[in-house]
């Protein structure tokens, strides 16, 4: 396995989000084989130490004409781009540089002139295998020719991705389908450079109860956030498979970090947007956390702690919860709330062995 830091953003990208990224990758359990830790063979692995590759390719493609410099302004080309709304038409590039001598624009770039490069997208529709989505077609009218390196010489996320997969040997391509839309560019860049074009997966969008983005209004959605909460790992990951995806053969729900691996297949993946409903994702991690109870894990927590002032979800609530005063109380796996004569924080803190008795009048676990 491969990790690459795609860095380009040079406004987002900072060295505590890179840090976070690994530790919540290593917490999953998930390894890599070649990273910016680790080195490998086709290191450098942040994009951007290898602007210079992108640059190289980039000018490759303009010297074979299947690219073209582009001395737009930004002010010209959102004032195009005005117009074009105003008049209910796609927003797409004009193609006013399209047809620029070429000596002419080398002329102009070498006197100092602040130029782009833009793919010169092919007279006809792009086509490609999708695992999820089967066939897919976009009209070359509609995908536009766009911008692989800026004026400022640093490239954009659709041509990097692109010149790592390939040079990484990148066999498939597996993200949100909200990426759907930029693959028919990357398409083209791929046969633009006489690459092979990698096998693409994209998954469907997970929402929330209300069947909107699912985001932090609906509550944890980062790892470290169901980490803090104590949720195990392999529950979650267990949990996340689900969204999206059905086992084969049944409605068996709880699965081992292993037993994913040889039943998950990207066929049985399906397009239509999956609902993270709290109560079901619930369910199924105690589920798993039970099993893993059974099996013998130390750190396996059964008391599920509701923390209302935060909106979590969760086994257990982390120390920075405690310490900000959050409302802890444990629950039964009825649902119930325990009542016991700790407070909840105190219950939360020894974990298991709380000793209440939930409303229903069963024992807490």
């Known amino acids: 396995m491969v990790l690459r830091i795609e860095d380009t953003d040079v406004v987002r990208s900072e060295a505590r989000f ?120 976009f009209s070359n009218e509609v995908v536009s020719d766009p911008i692989i390196l800026r004026s400022s010489g640093i490239p954009v996320y659709n041509y990097v991705v692109v010149v790592d997969d390939a040079l990484m040997k990148i066999t498939h391509v597996i993200r949100g389908d909200d990426h759907l839309s930029n693959t028919p560019k990357q398409v083209a860049l791929y046969e633009a450079l006489g690459w092979p074009v990698p096998q693409f997966a994209h998954l469907s969008t997970i929402l929330g109860s209300d069947r909107e983005r699912l985001s932090k209004r609906h509550g944890a959605t980062s790892i470290a956030n169901f980490r803090d909460m104590g949720v195990l790992p392999e529950a979650l990951m267990n949990y996340l498979a689900l969204l999206g995806w059905a086992p084969s053969g049944g409605t068996r729900e709880v699965f081992t970090p292993d037993e994913l691996k040889k039943e998950f297949s990207l066929e049985r993946v399906t397009p239509s947007p999956a609902r993270a409903n709290r109560e079901a994702g619930r369910a199924v991690l105690r589920a798993r956390e039970i099993a893993a109870g059974e099996s013998g894990r130390a750190d396996a927590c059964v008391v599920w702690p509701d923390c209302r002032a935060a909106g979590a979800v969760g086994r257990r609530a982390g120390a920075a919860a405690r310490a900000g005063g959050v409302d802890l109380s444990l629950r039964c796996d009825c649902g119930s709330e325990l009542a016991g004569e700790r407070g909840g924080a105190e219950r939360a803190e020894d974990g298991c062995g709380a000793g209440g008795v939930c409303e229903a009048g069963r024992d807490g676990v």
Do not use: N, T
């Open 18 to 137: 890179e840090s976070q990224l690994l530790d919540d990758l290593r917490w999953m359990g998930l390894d890599w084989d070649e990273g910016p830790d680790l080195g490998g063979a086709y290191a450098p692995y942040r994009q951007s130490d290898r602007l210079e590759i992108y640059r190289e390719h980039a000018e490759r493609l303009v010297s074979e004409g299947k690219a073209y410099l582009c001395f737009c302004s930004q002010e010209e080309l959102e004032r195009d781009r005005d117009e074009k709304l105003a008049q209910q038409l796609p927003p797409i590039y004009s193609g006013k540089c399209r047809a620029l001598d070429p000596a002419e624009a080398q002329r102009r770039r070498a006197a100092g002139e602040a130029a782009a490069i833009r793919l010169r997208i092919p007279e006809h529709p792009i086509r490609f295998h999708d695992i999820v989505h089967g066939m897919v077609e």
